[in-house]
């Protein structure tokens, strides 16, 4: 899962929506901390919050970095859209209504308070210019189909803050569910208690066939 430096490989990304839990991961634009401030967060926290009603999925483990997001959510198979041209529990439509909300917030609170550091999220092109917050493609995005893989992910996930020095222990960073898996009180998100003792997906979409 992560290389000898405990960062997550690189891959190009396959979105496999069959019912199967995601392992995700994405970061800010050229990883910059642009999610290093309460308010930033709260606002990732609120389009979470609306995204899991919007698409149906559970969430299992979660933490805001400065700079990146880690996820382990479960888009049941049938919270999937059966139409194709639809992005209802699809990982690009979960990714859409995560980043664009957020981004957008942040682009507009900078034009509006700190139009000089807009710049740093300026993005030129032959067509256009915008503003990037967050970095192109769909980040990382691993289907896990091994239970005991989940458990070794949501401590990896949790430990994140730990490892980069930002805490002693995993409970003491509030912008991740570590304190809800140990039941502490928590103010800003709860977790699903549905994680299971195996994974079931239909067969017709698994992976290959």
Same mark, same amino acid.
């Given at each position: 899962?992560?290389?000898?430096?405990?960062?997550?490989?690189?891959k190009n990304v396959?979105?496999?929506?069959?019912?199967?839990?995601?392992?995700?991961?994405?970061?800010?634009?050229?990883?910059?901390?642009?999610?290093?401030?309460?308010?930033?967060?709260?606002?990732?926290?609120?389009?979470?919050?609306?995204?899991?009603?919007?698409?149906?999925?559970?969430?299992?483990?979660?933490?805001?970095?400065?700079?990146?997001?880690?996820?382990?959510?479960?888009?049941?198979f049938a919270s999937?859209?059966?139409?194709?041209?639809?992005?209802?529990?699809?990982?690009?439509?979960?990714?859409?209504?995560?980043?664009?909300?957020?981004?957008?917030?942040?682009?507009?609170?900078?034009?509006?308070?700190?139009?000089?550091?807009?710049?740093?999220?300026?993005?030129?092109?032959?067509?256009?210019?915008? $503003?990037? *917050?967050w970095q192109a493609?769909?980040?990382?995005? #691993?289907? +896990? !189909?091994? &239970?005991?893989?989940?458990?070794?992910?949501?401590?990896?996930?949790?430990?994140?803050?730990?490892?980069?020095?930002?805490?002693?222990?995993?409970?003491?960073?509030?912008?991740?569910?570590?304190?809800?898996?140990?039941?502490?009180? $928590?103010? *800003?998100?709860?977790?699903?208690?549905?994680?299971? #003792?195996? +994974? !079931?997906? &239909?067969?017709?979409?698994?992976?290959?066939?």
């Amino acid at each position: 899962m992560t290389d000898e430096s405990g960062s997550l490989p690189r891959k190009n990304v396959k979105h496999y929506d069959n019912g199967e839990p995601h392992f995700l991961t994405f970061s800010c634009y050229r990883r910059m901390s642009l999610l290093s401030s309460d308010r930033t967060r709260q606002w990732f926290v609120e389009a979470l919050s609306d995204a899991r009603i919007v698409h149906g999925f559970h969430l299992w483990a979660w933490v805001i970095m400065p700079d990146h997001v880690h996820l382990l959510l479960w888009p049941p198979f049938a919270s999937i859209s059966p139409d194709p041209r639809s992005m209802r529990g699809r990982i690009c439509g979960i990714l859409s209504s995560l980043k664009k909300p957020v981004g957008e917030k942040a682009v507009d609170y900078l034009r509006d308070n700190a139009p000089d550091s807009l710049r740093l999220l300026r993005v030129e092109n032959a067509k256009r210019t915008y $503003h990037r *917050f967050w970095q192109a493609g769909s980040g990382y995005d #691993e289907n +896990v !189909s091994e &239970p005991s893989a989940l458990h070794a992910i949501i401590e990896y996930i949790h430990l994140n803050p730990v490892r980069r020095g930002l805490v002693n222990r995993p409970e003491e960073w509030p912008w991740s569910s570590a304190c809800d898996w140990l039941g502490l009180d $928590h103010p *800003f998100l709860r977790i699903d208690r549905t994680l299971p #003792e195996t +994974v !079931s997906v &239909p067969w017709k979409v698994r992976r290959g066939d």
